[in-house]
């Protein structure tokens, strides 16, 4: 079974800076899709960035970015420029041949004026 | 372009009642995804449903059972209530196919609370 793990319930920032949410994985599969997703406060959770396994290039969306390490199966996100509507729950999420996407518990990023 | 409804938003309920939770996937999407987020942590799999059938099944009791409909709409029901079944519960539909990207596209969830 494949496992997500976040290691920093929370994280702060400072406005325009830049901060790495960490997390790690593990499974045997070899081809997968992993995911930052974002849950902002008593809202829906939506997508921040995907990246697929087979690619070596790490994914970018604007201000997000990933430190993509298959062989270490580790899949940081990087925040630049971070802006207060960044403040929101930040879950990493595997999903692998099956299609069933399994959730590391989270990082709670509070971003401070 | 309707994203995922769902509904009710809240509800209480009594140790030993039952509940029925419904979806509304994204349109275009065939394929609905429930998960169980206990306050503090990351969304728990219940289980998947594709052309009307349960395709996976995560660790849950059999007291969680689901339904979808041929509109792609589904419910989640939960018999034999626990103080340990509150949480949100949310739905997530996707497309199974060619143009799957693995995303998730989530409604709002409804929470659920046991007394």
């Known amino acids: 079974a494949q496992t997500v793990t976040q290691s920093q319930p929370e994280m702060s920032v400072q406005e325009a800076e830049t901060v790495t949410l960490s997390c790690t994985y593990d499974t045997s599969e070899n081809n997968y899709y992993l995911f930052w997703y974002k849950q902002p406060p008593s809202r829906q959770m939506i997508l921040v960035i995907r990246q697929e396994a087979y690619k070596q ?47 590391g518990d989270g990082t709670t990023l509070t971003v401070k004026p | 372009d309707a994203g995922v409804t769902q509904s009710p938003t809240h509800l209480i309920k009594t140790r030993g009642q039952q509940v029925t939770l419904r979806c509304s996937p994204k349109s275009g999407h065939d394929t609905v995804s429930w998960y169980q987020q206990a306050l503090g942590q990351g969304p728990q799999f219940i289980f998947q449903y594709y052309e009307e ?18 509109n792609y709409s589904s419910e989640l029901n939960v018999n034999a209530l626990l103080l340990g079944d509150s949480a949100l519960y949310l739905c997530a539909s996707s497309l199974i196919g060619g143009d799957n990207t693995g995303e998730l596209f989530f409604g709002e969830g409804s929470r659920l609370t046991v007394l």
């Open chain 1, 57 to 103: 290039q790490n994914a970018t969306e604007n201000r997000f970015s990933v430190n993509f390490q298959k062989a270490a199966k580790s899949f940081s996100l990087k925040i630049s420029d971070s802006q207060l509507g960044d403040t929101a729950m930040y879950f990493c999420a595997f999903q692998g041949y099956a299609g069933k996407s399994t959730f």
């Open chain 2, 53 to 70: 059938e349960e395709r996976q099944r995560g660790n849950f009791p059999d007291r969680f059972s689901g339904h979808q409909f041929p």
